[in-house]
């Protein structure tokens, strides 16, 4: 093979591994994901607004897991104070 047909088909495999990377990054948040939680310490989600709960049941959640609810403030409070 001459260097320009391996040229050419080294672009090909490249072009055609961007398009899956991409098809793939929509799809799953690869990508996405690990910025989310490596680099910026976060979760997200990646629901729709139309499938997130409503804000009745949101609250009906809250309310029945109070406890839970309270230890979180709390830890978030300790941590949140120790990085002032």
Do not use: W
């Not at 495999?13 to 490596?38: M, P, Q, T, W, Y």
């Amino acid at each position: 093979m001459s260097k320009k047909k391996i040229f050419i088909t080294i672009i090909l495999v490249l072009i055609a591994l961007l398009v899956v990377a991409v098809i793939s990054e929509r799809k799953n948040h690869f990508l996405s994901g690990f910025i989310d939680s490596a680099i910026m310490d976060n979760k997200n989600h990646y629901l729709p607004c139309d499938q997130l709960p409503s804000v009745e049941e949101v609250d009906q959640t809250v309310k029945a897991h109070k406890d839970v609810v309270e230890k979180m403030i709390v830890i978030s409070t300790e941590k949140l104070s120790k990085k002032l």
